[in-house]
């Protein structure tokens, strides 16, 4: 009967990094059950919280889209100083 070598490693580290954060996603469990809760009492909740919600995604995104403009811009000009143009 032959014996296989299996390595671990990979499957070690992703359990280790998932694991990790444990009580993060035990705190976002229950943040989302009180939200829920909290919205099936007073359901105008619902209404505020989704707007919240859009406003903060939308300045995230706009702060990030501001930063990676600037990115490319410095990339840009990076590449351009190593490039001799004729």
Do not use: C, H, N
């Amino acid at each position: 009967m032959p014996v296989y070598s299996i390595d671990f490693r990979p499957f070690d580290y992703i359990t280790a990094e998932l694991s990790a954060l444990w009580w993060f996603y035990l705190s976002q469990g229950i943040a989302l059950v009180a939200l829920g809760v909290a919205v099936m009492i007073w359901p105008e909740l619902l209404a505020f919280l989704a707007a919240a919600f859009f406003i903060a995604i939308g300045v995230v995104l706009l702060v990030l889209g501001w930063r990676v403009r600037q990115v490319k811009r410095r990339y840009e000009l990076f590449k351009r100083s190593f490039l001799i143009e004729p």
